[in-house]
């Protein structure tokens, strides 16, 4: 299994925030893989969970990014991962319910979440603000599997976070279906974007 993680990447440049009429940020903006390519990461942990051979790495992601434009706001737009499933044949659905997310992850898929991060009296659960993550399994607890890109130390033992999301075997977590669907209510509708091999 392949983990992609983004903050080993500050010095590979990902450009965003190239649409002129963004409201927050400057046009242009030069940004890395380690501050903006949780999406990017994320397609390339599915490539792995999913295909047997494929050739899919970071500079690949950018260029596909770029050429849809997903990256004329911040980080990366879904329909990048329009490209990305087209590319590889595979199968993709945006669906909004947990029960949807575990029987793609049940039944031979695998799923990227759109966290929403901190609103209003609640601290995100895997970050502050927008981030995607991969969910690969439903553990026998009834636990989801998750693969975080911006995974470090002490990333879920600060206040708001502590005790609710397990780190095992040194790169996934695991969490509870109920937190996780929390942590997605401000993406929704169609915070989980799942893939199956056609």
């Not at 046009?27 to 890395?32: A, I, L, M, N, Y």
């Not at 997903?70 to 319910?97: H, M, P, Q, V, W």
């Not at 991969?134 to 990333?155: F, K, Y």
């Amino acid at each position: 299994m392949r983990y992609v993680n983004q903050k080993q990447y500050p010095e590979i440049p990902y450009i965003t925030c190239i649409n002129p009429e963004h409201p927050q940020h400057e046009r242009g903006k030069t940004t890395s893989i380690k501050t903006s390519g949780c999406g990017l990461c994320s397609s390339i942990m599915i490539a792995d969970r999913l295909l047997v051979d494929y050739e899919y790495e970071l500079e690949d992601a950018i260029a596909l990014s770029y050429k849809v434009g997903a990256n004329r706001g911040a980080g990366t737009a879904r329909i990048y991962f329009d490209a990305f499933a087209d590319r590889f044949g595979l199968i993709k659905k945006e669906a909004s319910t947990i029960e949807e997310l575990k029987e793609c992850l049940q039944t031979g898929g695998a799923a990227i979440v759109h966290v929403g991060g901190d609103s209003e009296g609640r601290i995100g659960l895997f970050s502050h603000v927008g981030h995607y993550i991969v969910a690969i399994g439903v553990e026998p607890d009834g636990r989801i599997a998750i693969l975080d890109p911006a995974l470090e130390p002490g990333r879920y033992d600060e206040e708001g976070r502590a005790g609710k999301v397990e780190v095992k075997n040194g790169f996934f977590s695991v969490v509870s279906p109920e937190l996780l669907h929390e942590d997605t209510l401000t993406r929704q509708p169609g915070s989980y974007i799942l893939f199956w091999r056609k």
